[in-house]
């Protein structure tokens, strides 16, 4: 029986912007993607049945059709016609319901070990497309990196550039519906509108200031609305001197960049005593 290991790694938004509410319910987008070096590991394994089953280290993670693994390989067994069984084994290290995407990342890392597993031979952009009936970041957690999302995030374009910064998350132990902040958005309120094409410019000038100036979520006011701790820890961030701080998707993560490690490691280590889930990390 074969076996076979996949990172699933977590990601933030640079820029995340609202155009308008299609009439399908989601929101039409534009965001900044970016994965960050902190994973959660799959471990594939074939089975002798015809099913799937799946483990994981978190006990309150479910293991049936509500976990995004369980609804990836279903998917990707009923595309191709596969009748073949699996386990997966998640080992989860990404805080869950953060806003860091990693339900999401584990589901596009099951399209692509279980797509090697089986030697389907489907391309980066077929994965990315059965992806897309999973959720709106799954298809972005396909091949990470840096990319431009739109349409409701599933729409990609991979930008070459490779940042060099450190990231610092902070989440707080509180869970965001990422449908009810969206819900909660009033798009004609929004001030000041974040610019992709800015932070492109400042990513690639590789200047820290100028992509600290560039970060922007129009979601962040919901959630701090909801969530006032959530606004509260973004202003720990900035106390402690992080050159740019920015809530993650619909939160309630938060982050700090700062291209400096002695920075990183103190930003880290003052930041633990107000959060327990405290990474360093670094973006890829
Ligand atoms: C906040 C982000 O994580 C930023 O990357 C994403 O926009 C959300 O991605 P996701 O969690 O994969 O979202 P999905 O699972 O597709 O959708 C969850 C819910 O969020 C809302 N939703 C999501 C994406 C989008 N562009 N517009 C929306 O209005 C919808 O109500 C949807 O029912
Ligand atoms: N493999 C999985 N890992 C974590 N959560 C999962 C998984 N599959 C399903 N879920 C469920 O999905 C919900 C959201 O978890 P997830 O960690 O994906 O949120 P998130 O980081 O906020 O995602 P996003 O940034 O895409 O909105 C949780 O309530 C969890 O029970």
Redesign the pocket.
């Known amino acids: 029986m074969r076996l076979l290991i996949e990172k699933a790694k ?2 933030i938004n640079l820029t995340l912007d609202v155009k308008y509410k299609r009439s399908d319910g989601y929101h039409e987008v534009e965001m900044i993607m970016q994965t960050v070096d902190l994973y ?1 590991r799959l471990v594939f394994q074939e089975r002798e049945r015809d099913e799937i089953v799946l483990t ?1 280290n978190m006990p ?3 293991l049936d059709d ?5 609804r990836a390989a279903e998917l990707i067994k009923r595309e191709f016609a596969i009748h073949k069984g699996i386990h997966v084994h ?1 080992e ?1 290290k ?11 990342s ?2 596009a890392a099951t399209l692509r070990g279980l797509n090697q597993l089986w030697q389907l031979g489907a391309t980066y952009e077929e994965l990315e497309n059965v992806g897309a009936s999973i ?3 799954v298809p972005f957690c396909i091949r990470g990196g840096t990319a431009v999302a739109r349409g409701r995030g599933e729409i990609l374009e991979h930008l070459p550039i490779q940042p060099n910064f450190w990231v610092i998350l902070a989440k707080l132990p509180i ?2 519906s ?1 449908a009810e902040v969206y819900r909660k958005l009033n798009i004609q309120s929004i001030a000041d509108h974040p610019s992709a094409i800015g932070m492109i410019h400042a990513l690639k000038s590789g200047d820290i200031q100028q992509i600290s100036g560039c970060l922007g979520n129009v979601l962040e006011s919901v959630t701090f609305e909801m969530h006032p701790e959530v606004a509260v820890l973004k202003n720990q961030f900035l106390k402690f001197g992080a050159p740019g701080v920015l809530m ?3 939160g309630p993560t938060v982050f700090a960049i700062t291209d400096r490690e002695a920075k990183a490691v103190r930003i880290y280590h003052a930041i633990r005593g107000y959060s327990r889930d405290v990474f360093l990390t670094r973006c890829w």
């Open positions: 977590a990601k959660d994981c309150y993670i479910p509500r976990n995004l693994v369980y998640i989860k990404i805080p869950v319901a953060a806003g860091l995407a990693g339900g999401s584990d589901a959720g709106s970041d869970s965001v990422t993650s998707g619909s």
